[in-house]
């Protein structure tokens, strides 16, 4: 399962688990409290059945829009997190950024005194980053030109795209610390060593921190030789940042004339995306 598959469903899961902490038990909790912790629960549910439309989640907005206007007047952080939560809705599951932004500055006006109105300005910093981050990723298309890169690996070489010209290569974001990269692994591996000798290549971009973790890791695999970028700067890592990587597992596979193939393959499509690919070279 790809992370940025799941991103939704984890704020809400997040969300769910702020609100338990709340109160020790179900019955400290306010009648508030109560019917929030219940919503909540209630949208976990719907997401998990592939909801994820505004329209499809209507009644659970007005819900949320019920509890806001019971708590109308109040300026505590229990009256703000409802706000908070109909903000990530929007923004995490349905992905309407205006609105979700707009969520976020009614929280920064009416309950600026709360934990959550006093991180306003941080979130919606994050979102304007998001935003530009999409914009990159969106410039990304099939048939494209890849905007290359020039580094240097993890043994002090130079690394770039433009390097490997003539080869298929792909560009794989990844990190030790990442569960669906690793487990996604010996597929890749695989894939290396039946189309390597073909002219396909792999140029590793690791969000990890910790270099000698990084360099452990490697020696461990069998057959993961390919060249490794590392900066130590984890979700700030320069190539992310470049190339607007959110999430992870991400790849890029660009062909032997400098454009890009695909985006995000994974298991038997990877394979057959590179088979093809070499074969046409």
Not at 109 to 131: E, H, Q, S
Not at 141 to 164: H, I, K
Not at 165 to 192: H, Q, R, S
């Given at each position: 399962m790809k992370i940025t598959k799941i991103l939704g469903l984890l704020a809400i899961t997040c969300l769910a688990g702020s609100t338990a902490t709340l109160a020790q038990s179900t019955n400290s909790l306010s009648p508030i409290q109560s019917q929030l912790r219940e919503l909540v629960k209630n949208v976990k549910s719907e997401i998990t059945a592939g909801k994820t439309s505004e329209a499809d989640l209507a009644d659970d907005l007005k819900s949320f829009d019920k509890l806001i206007a019971d708590e109308?007047?109040?300026?505590?952080?229990?009256?703000?997190?409802?706000?908070?939560?109909?903000?990530?809705?929007?923004?995490?599951?349905?992905?309407?950024?205006?609105?979700?932004?707009?969520?976020?500055?009614?929280?920064?006006?009416?309950?600026?005194?709360?934990?959550?109105?006093?991180?306003?300005?941080?979130?919606?910093?994050?979102?304007?980053?998001?935003?530009?981050?999409?914009?990159?990723?969106?410039?990304?298309?099939?048939?494209?030109?890849?905007?290359?890169?020039?580094?240097?690996?993890?043994?002090?070489?130079?690394?770039?795209?433009?390097?490997?010209?003539?080869?298929?290569?792909?560009?794989?974001?990844?990190?030790?610390?990442?569960?669906?990269?690793?487990?996604?692994?010996?597929?890749?591996?695989?894939?290396?060593?039946?189309?390597?000798?073909?002219?396909?290549?792999?140029?590793?971009?690791?969000?990890?921190?910790?270099?000698?973790?990084?360099?452990?890791?490697?020696?461990?695999?069998?057959?993961?030789?390919w060249a490794q970028y590392f900066d130590g700067q984890g979700w700030q890592n320069k190539l992310a940042a470049k190339y607007g990587v959110e999430a992870i597992p991400f790849t890029l596979l660009i062909g032997p004339d400098g454009k890009i193939i695909g985006k995000e393959l994974r298991g038997e499509e990877l394979e057959a995306a590179v088979a093809k690919a070499v074969a046409k070279k």
């Open positions: 109308k007047g109040a300026k505590t952080d229990e009256a703000a997190q409802i706000v908070f939560m109909k903000a990530q809705l929007y923004l995490e599951v349905i992905k309407n950024t205006d609105k979700g932004t707009a969520l976020i500055k009614q929280i920064k006006a009416d309950y600026p005194d709360t934990k959550y109105g006093k991180n306003a300005d941080k979130i919606l910093d994050g979102i304007a980053k998001r935003a530009v981050a999409q914009k990159i990723q969106d410039g990304l298309v099939e048939g494209g030109t890849f905007p290359d890169f020039s580094e240097t690996d993890l043994n002090g070489n130079p690394l770039s795209v433009g390097a490997l010209k003539g080869k298929v290569v792909m560009v794989d974001f990844w990190a030790t610390w990442c569960g669906p990269c690793k487990a996604e692994l010996p597929n890749v591996i695989a894939t290396y060593k039946k189309h390597h000798g073909e002219g396909f290549e792999i140029i590793g971009v690791s969000l990890d921190s910790d270099r000698d973790k990084l360099t452990s890791f490697l020696k461990e695999q069998d057959g993961m030789t």
